[in-house]
């Protein structure tokens, strides 16, 4: 009996390492390229004939504007992240502890609008946001409106968490002489740091991804780039070859302060997608 | 059809007493608030009620404004969308009309007025409490606890205002917007500002089911649609049961370093999507690294290009949103696989149960019980599973039997996507994007119908 139970521990350790070496190996492969120092697009080998720094030093030198690019990116991540949990917590208060008329009326409506694919509306979109002048050189802070203005949809989450907290306790800050205002302040959101930081992060790490919108806002204007529109074009050029090393130095000079950020924070994404996930 | 009806005279008996009610608090009421029929919040205004009555005038005020000084135009050419086309007298450029800005700002314009007459409403029914108030002999609340009580009785109006404003103007009217442009013939030979666009009723919605239309748009949407349908069932219950399974190995007991798997496959989630599967997708091409070691293994002579046959792309388009997807799916059961009593293994393998007969009976039941809505959401996500489809292969491989670029990876939203962009052919992206929502709705309406979560709440416990 124990001889089969190590046996069949050791076929799962085999297997868990057999899936570790899939996961890993295109990251992997993504750190082996940034650092190769011959020319070409893909090559038939893992390890660099000749390493080299030098894809690193065209991302910072003058003749690049990743660093703007990623500026950019970081402008949006932390706007969007701000301002996105702000009107997601307070919907989300408004829908679970406040009862008005038309609150079925307005969650309703919003599912119904979440049903529309989110590509429907680009074009009017962009035209809404050059009447506003913030297309091209203002593609910035129009994507920042853009993902905050429809935020207020994506309460699911945080609802379902601030419907955990007893009701009970705002009737005795009531009782206290409390208003509902104060309630948030003071009560909800101190109870509510897994849901806050799962909110910020999740809006945080979007717009790294963000292609289609950006490059559809930024419309050709190459300072109003974000670091995945930048990059994307990289890689789809006919040339790709000339830049796919850089295009793997740049993937790992976005990827690393992410990941980190994301590993450290996962507990909180744990919590959020797993109670996100059971309540629908 | 009987409940319609009902809905119908509810709606008319619900109009019916609001004229009566409008009638009678002009009937009833004191000259302020007659005047306030014409000069909204003039009778807040002369009984103290400053806030109330300036921002009723102010709104009156700026939505007059719009209606009239600005949207007047587009409004009157909203049955035509513009009559002028943008031409040449001589040598200079006489522009026309915008059909384009004659829709939007028509729709908004229609919003405007509906808002006006609802704050008209309010206004009204403002004065009238008011009159009640002052004649039972009843203090009128003070301009100062009006504003109080937007952080407290009212506080969801303040918190709400913004969000649902900033919901309306950048999804709702683009949506409407969309709709109708569905009916119209916004494409590349209608683009404003040089040329018109018009009305044509349901033509674009015949030419996409392929009845009367040029080329063979009928049979592409089908294929689409199916295709579509196909990659959301596989790449769903593919990464919900794998994931599963993952979960449960990573879980066994006697395993070690249960974290560091994790943190392992949660790298997919964590590094940007552009970064990881613009890399995968080059690792799979003609020149990359998976034909290289096939063919340095000796396993294959020439290359495959994968990206190339329609079935190879689709198959390995499933396989590496495994990649992506097997570690969400790991993360929820983790946590949910904890929540299963112990005790209920424990008896069943008191009775007798081998591993895989306790999975059948305890833990996939509980987990398909629980996760209903998760994969409900998971299935309507994959029929929008823009990321992992456009940063692959861009919807590839192309083929002669399809139309207007659409490719045999391609779903409804990139194929949408691509007619916005690459054809400009908006009437049908944005019939596209209509059938897209009927999809996810119906798919929703039946789901919700049959889960046992929604259905019985208290089923498992």
């Known amino acids: 009996m124990k001889r089969r139970k190590r046996i069949v521990n050791a076929i799962c350790y085999i297997v868990l390492i057999l899936i570790s070496v899939i996961w890993l190996f295109p990251f992997f492969g993504l750190v082996l390229q940034s650092f190769r120092g011959e020319s070409g697009g893909m090559v038939s080998y893992l390890v660099p004939q000749e390493w080299s720094m030098k894809n690193y030093q065209f991302l910072f030198g003058s003749n690049s504007k990743f660093l703007k690019w990623y500026s950019n990116t970081l402008i949006i991540a932390l706007f969007v992240s701000i301002l996105q949990t702000i009107v997601i917590i307070c919907v989300s208060y408004a829908l679970s502890r406040m009862r008005f008329r038309g ?69 005795a800050a009531i009782i206290d002489g409390a208003t509902r205002a104060q309630i948030l302040w003071k009560m909800i959101i101190p109870m509510s740091k897994p849901i806050i930081i799962y909110t910020a992060l999740v809006a945080f790490m979007a717009p790294w991804c963000d292609y289609i919108f950006a490059s559809y806002v930024a419309f050709g204007y190459e300072n109003s780039y974000n670091v995945a529109v930048a990059m994307t074009r990289w890689v789809w050029t006919n040339d790709y070859q000339g830049f796919f090393t850089r295009f793997c130095a740049g993937g790992i000079l976005v990827a690393i302060p992410v990941t980190v950020l994301f590993m450290s924070l996962q507990k909180y994404y744990v919590e959020g997608v797993t109670g996100g996930a059971v309540k629908g | 059809m009987d409940e319609k009806k009902r809905g119908n005279s509810g709606f008319l008996k619900w109009l019916g007493n609001d004229l009566k009610d409008i009638g009678q608090t002009f009937v009833r009421g004191d000259w302020k608030t007659k005047l306030s029929f014409l000069i909204m919040g003039f009778g807040q205004l002369c009984r103290g009620q400053i806030v109330r009555g300036l921002s009723m005038l102010a709104l009156q005020g700026g939505l007059l404004y719009f209606i009239f000084g600005f949207g007047w135009q587009y409004l009157t050419k909203i049955l035509t969308l513009g009559t002028v086309e943008t031409h040449r007298e001589g040598r200079v450029t006489v522009y026309g009309h915008n059909s384009f800005f004659i829709l939007l700002y ?13 704050l008209w409403r309010l206004n009204l029914r403002q004065n009238r409490d008011a009159e009640h108030l002052l004649s039972a002999g009843k203090r009128l609340p003070s301009n100062k606890e009006d504003l109080a009580s937007l952080f407290d009785k009212n506080f969801d109006k303040t918190l709400l205002a913004l969000p649902v404003l900033g919901i309306f103007i950048f999804t709702v009217l683009p949506i409407i917007f969309m709709i109708c442009i569905a009916f119209t013939n916004y494409d590349v030979t209608h683009q404003p500002p040089s040329k ?266």
């Open chain 1, 103 to 171: 609150r079925k009326a307005l969650m309703n409506i919003w599912l119904v609008l979440g049903m529309f694919p989110g590509f429907l509306t680009m074009i009017c979109l962009y035209f809404l946001l050059k009447a506003l002048h913030l297309t091209e050189a203002g593609a910035i802070p129009g994507l920042i409106l853009i993902s905050v203005a429809s935020s207020g949809m994506g309460y699911y989450v945080c609802k379902g968490y601030f419907d955990t907290i007893p009701r009970a306790l705002d009737e």
């Open chain 2, 106 to 118: 028509g729709i908004l314009v229609i919003v405007a007025v509906l808002a006006l007459i609802y």
């Open chain 2, 196 to 461: 018109l666009f018009t009305w044509v009723g349901l033509q674009n919605f015949k030419e996409l089911f392929g009845i009367g239309g040029t080329g063979n748009f009928g049979g592409t949407f089908f294929y689409v649609l199916g295709w579509t349908l196909l990659w959301a069932f596989f790449a769903t219950f593919l990464t919900y049961f794998l994931g599963m399974a993952v979960a449960i190995l990573i879980n066994k007991k006697g395993i070690k370093f249960k974290k560091l798997w994790r943190t392992i496959l949660v790298l997919t989630i964590a590094v940007p999507q552009f970064v990881s599967l613009l890399y995968v997708g080059k690792m799979f091409a003609v020149d990359g690294l998976v034909n290289a070691f096939l063919m340095r293994w000796g396993w294959i002579s020439t290359p495959i290009n994968f990206w190339a046959n329609a079935t190879s792309a689709r198959v390995l388009i499933i396989i590496i949103n495994l990649w992506i997807g097997i570690p969400y799916t790991m993360l929820i059961v983790t946590g949910l696989l904890m929540n299963i009593p112990a005790e209920l293994y424990e008896s069943a393998r008191i009775d007798g149960a081998n591993a895989f007969q306790s999975f059948r009976k305890i833990t996939l039941p509980y987990m398909l019980f629980v996760t209903g809505p998760f994969l409900l959401t998971q299935f309507i996500g994959n029929l929008n599973n823009f990321n992992v489809i456009f940063l692959l292969n861009q919807g590839n491989p192309k083929s002669l039997e399809l139309t207007n670029n659409a490719g045999a990876t391609d779903l409804l939203v990139t194929w949408l996507y691509k007619m916005t962009i690459n054809d400009s052919n908006y009437k049908i992206a944005a019939v596209i994007g209509i059938m897209v929502f009927i999809v996810t709705a119906v798919i929703s309406l039946i789901v919700y119908n049959v889960l046992p979560s929604v259905k019985d709440e208290e089923g498992f416990q």
